[in-house]
């Protein structure tokens, strides 16, 4: 799939929750690999913040995030607006923000998903990158028992459990199965307060803009009507009369549901954070902002630390290419074919396989007492895999062969010895150009990278 962005700008306006303050933000299509860019304009020099999960530094009602350049620059309350961005599959965008927070609408994300959908998206010519989950991931806040467990699967799920110490909100579950559902299940529910969190809320210098029509307000623990009065005087909103326990809003919720519902929203905001969609199945158990972005931290460590993950590789599916189609198409023999199948190829890439066994004739030299696979023949592999990729965009490709020009940026991170599997991610890092191909090569061994490089082809006709 391609990376996404908007195909034209919108604009939300609004009061802030935190700073009461009224906030306008703009939406724009951004280049690709831009990923999610905040720009303060209210600020000297209009500094921006990159939405990633390193960048957050505070997650006290609310994720923050703040420039690594100038502690200054922050934005908060962001959560919203990136769920709606993420489920859309919008991968770059810049938003534009005239103050330290993005206005809270009305508690949810259904503005950000309703205009999201008015101007609409447009691929753009880079290949879009997932997270994808290969093993069970699990963090855990030891003192309150919450925790996330990210599971291995083809597509992207969410189950979310929530649990208060309260008679009104006790135990609450809601679920998304598919993206396509956001919308309709997921963006109108609005975030949520206990009356009894307001007033050290209000005392911490926060929720200066929340109100009955952008947050549902539980009223759990009988208070005095004088008690409820000095609260709305303390934020500035009209008195209200309450007689008994309940939700207090005069709009009825949208879902039984809705505050688990709206938990699980937040969770798909801190997940953005990520940097790139996630492929796999998210169980939730009492989630809250500062679990969510530690999950998206951590994920987010193992990415900076090797930026390109392995491609899935399930032996029992048959393969693209075996090896009687990949000697039609490339002239190697015995001892120089070093690529067994091809397991996947699209217009931009192609992903093989080479099974190192302890026979290959390289290890009688290389060496008798420590077998290890010379550099240059794994860059030989990958050569012609690429040469696989080029063949594959011309017709009878038996009748040209694939010639090396160019080789760049070289790098063996661990040694391959027999009994490994390779596998080969080949990608064209331009358009072919005149029988002219230049393309970025990785190998993995398992999860690891073992060695890498960038180099030219070109093909010509066999005479």
């Known amino acids: 799939m391609k990376q996404r962005t908007l195909k034209a700008p919108f604009s939300v306006s609004g009061k802030g929750l935190h700073t009461g303050i009224h906030i306008n933000a703009t939406f724009k299509p951004a280049e ?5 860019l905040f720009k303060r304009l209210d600020m000297q020099d209009e500094p921006t913040i990159l939405a990633l999960a390193e960048n957050v530094v505070e997650t006290q009602r609310g994720t923050v995030i703040a420039s690594k350049i100038n502690k200054e620059a922050r934005v908060s309350t962001i959560e919203h607006a990136l769920a709606a961005l993420y489920a859309a599959g919008i991968d770059n965008c810049l938003i534009e923000v005239d103050a330290p927070e993005l206005p809270i609408l ?3 994300a259904m503005e950000y998903a309703q205009k999201i959908d008015e101007v609409g998206f447009e691929e753009q010519d880079a290949d879009k990158e997932y997270y994808v989950v290969k093993h069970r991931i699990k963090v855990m806040d030891e003192e309150s028992g919450a925790s996330l467990i990210v599971l291995p699967d ?3 799920s969410i189950d979310t459990m929530i649990e208060f110490d309260s008679p009104i909100l006790s135990n609450q579950f809601a679920s998304l199965n598919s993206m396509e559902n956001f919308r309709n299940e997921i963006a109108a529910c609005r975030t949520f307060v206990f009356v009894r969190e307001i007033l050290p809320l209000v005392q911490n210098n926060l929720i200066k803009g929340g109100d009955l029509d952008n947050a549902i307000v539980i009223y759990d623990t009988p208070m005095k009507q004088e008690e409820l009065d000095s609260i709305a005087d303390l934020m500035g909103v009209p008195h209200k009369a309450v007689s008994e326990l309940g939700y207090l809003n005069n709009k009825p919720l949208q879902f039984n549901n809705e505050p ?9 905001g801190d997940l953005a954070l990520i940097g ?6 998210i ?3 009492r989630p809250g902002h500062t679990l969510n972005t530690t999950l998206a931290k951590k994920i987010r460590m193992e990415l900076r630390h090797q930026n390109v993950q392995a491609p899935v590789y399930n032996p029992n599916e048959a393969p693209v290419m075996d090896v009687k189609r990949i000697r039609e198409i490339l002239p190697h023999r015995y001892p120089m074919q070093l690529v067994d199948k091809v397991i996947d190829i699209k217009e931009n890439y192609i992903v093989a396989i080479k099974n190192v066994t302890a026979n290959e004739p390289f290890f009688t030299g290389h060496f008798p007492e420590e077998p290890v696979m010379p550099g240059v023949l794994q860059v030989e592999a990958m050569a012609q895999t690429g040469g696989l990729l080029v063949l594959s965009t011309v017709d009878e490709p038996e009748r040209y062969s694939t010639y090396f020009m160019k080789i760049d940026n070289v790098k063996f991170r661990q040694k391959v010895v027999p009994g490994d599997t390779i596998i080969f991610h080949v990608s064209f890092l331009t358009p072919l150009r005149r029988g002219c191909a230049l393309m970025r090569g990785l190998a993995f061994v398992g999860e690891k990278v073992v060695s890498e490089a960038e180099f030219m082809a070109q093909i010509i006709k066999n005479k």
């Open 154 to 156: 083809d597509d992207f």
């Open 260 to 268: 688990a519902r709206h938990k699980l929203l937040d969770l798909l």
């Open 32 to 36: 690709p690999n831009t990923g999610y």
């Open 283 to 285: 169980v939730a158990t």
């Open 276 to 281: 790139r969609p996630l492929k796999g199945r």
């Open 106 to 108: 009305d508690g949810s």
